[in-house]
């Protein structure tokens, strides 16, 4: 009952070692690229760290928590969440629509002003149902927060107009508020830093995001990099690899992008075929600027709806963890969405003219390094014919004893958290399925 896992991401790992506890029966696991980490990697340069995308973790669920921590030992710092949107040259507080006090007195009166028109609509009239996220956001915060920054920030992370959004994605998401959060808020200026789901978050006291991903891998037996997956044959249960090797399977999971398992898949019927090429995804180019000098606020990280910023998000890394850069010195990631890639020097050089501007640099000869990371695969576009093209595909795969999991095999805007609680509780079924 042999079971082969591709993919060397926190899904693929997470698998294994849920197999692994489970079962004494084998699994393999097999990824293209030469260490684990999937999107959870981590580099160092010049006694800088960074993560290649800027990560932190977030525990949904206790029995995750534990897993990890289990894993990881007590190498995980709690942390409390410093967490800001960049809004007409003021920091407010994350999130928005709980802190309209911080806004200048124009868009708090637009903010405020939808806000209780469309609470006051709902309890007269009862809530409509939205069809899709451009609707719920008007129906649920009104049109100022919507026009000031949900749809701005949506569709500049999305590359879609909100109103193509679905709205199975949302929860946990996009925090959503209750009257008395604005209210006081507003009238007496409290601030709402528990509303979110991830008010504080964990991260590795040494080693960065990728260690987390190194203890799991630290305690399985079957790991196989430098591993490409280029055909698999449903139907014969073989996996053809680069190096030329084929091996045979029982059960399968998958975590490589669901487009690209069907593109390299046989025994997918042509419908299906199409249903995989519809689906539609975001690309992302990090740009990590490692500097000399100390940075001026203490954030974690910043959301920048607007349009003269290229990047939707900053984030601070040494701000997250000390040993990020060296004594004096900082890093700042900047995360652009369906990046243009022939233009990557101009956005270089935007980025960097942005954060003088803001003065998170004081000076360009302060930058020691910038380094480009670029991700075909960011965020999975929840539009509105996404649910039933996966479900339909991920059913047929089953049939074929592949399991297609993780935030791209399932085609989910998910967490390593949902990603490691997902792999926990598929395996037994996995195990159970007997083919
Ligand atoms: C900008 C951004 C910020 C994020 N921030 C956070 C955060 O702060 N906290 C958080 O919890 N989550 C965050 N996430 C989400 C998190 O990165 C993902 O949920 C998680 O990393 C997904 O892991 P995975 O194993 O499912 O996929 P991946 O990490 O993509 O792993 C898939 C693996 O499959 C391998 N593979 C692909 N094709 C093949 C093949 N043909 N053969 C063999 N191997 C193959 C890949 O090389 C890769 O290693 C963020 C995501 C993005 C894009």
Known sequence: MHTVILGAGISGLSAAYALQEISSRGYTLYEQAPTVGGLCRTQQMAGYKFDTVSHVLHFRSEETRDIVQRIVGEDLVRTERSAWIYF??????????????????????????????????????GAREPQNFGEWVAEYFGEGIAHHFMRPYNRKLWGVEPEDL?????????????????????????????????????????????????????????VHLDHEALEIDLDQKTILFRSGERVAYQRLISTMPLPSLVRRAKGIPEELQNEARSLRWTSLLSLTFCIRSPLPQPYHWVYFPEADFPFFRLVLPSNISPEMAPKGGAVIAAE???????????????????????????????????????????????????????????????TKHVWSIGRFGAWRYSSMDDAITEAFNIAPSIIASGS
């Not at 002003?113 to 609509?121: H, S, T, Y």
């Not at 360009?364 to 649910?387: E, T």
Request: net charge positive; aromatic share 12%.
């Open 88 to 125: 007409q040259r003021n920091y407010v507080p994350y999130p928005f629509q709980t802190h309209l006090n911080a806004l200048p007195s124009a868009a708090k009166i637009d903010c405020l002003n939808g806000f209780l028109k469309a609470w006051i609509r709902r309890k007269i009239a």
């Open 166 to 222: 679905s709205l199975d994605w949302i929860r946990p998401f996009v925090p959503q508020i209750h009257l008395r959060h604005v209210v006081s808020n507003v009238l007496s200026r409290q601030n709402h830093p528990e509303v979110g789901y991830n008010p504080w978050f964990f991260y590795p006291a040494s080693g960065g995001i990728q260690s987390v991903c190194e203890a799991f891998q630290s305690r399985l037996q079957e």
């Open 336 to 398: 652009i969405s369906n990046p243009d890639a022939s233009k990557a020097n101009e956005l270089e050089d935007q980025v960097l003219a942005c954060l003088l501007r803001l003065g998170w640099i004081k000076n360009a000869q302060d930058v020691v390094h910038i380094v480009r990371n670029s991700f075909p695969y960011a965020y999975p576009v929840h539009d509105l014919k996404r649910g039933g093209r996966v479900r339909r595909l991920l059913q047929f795969l089953q």
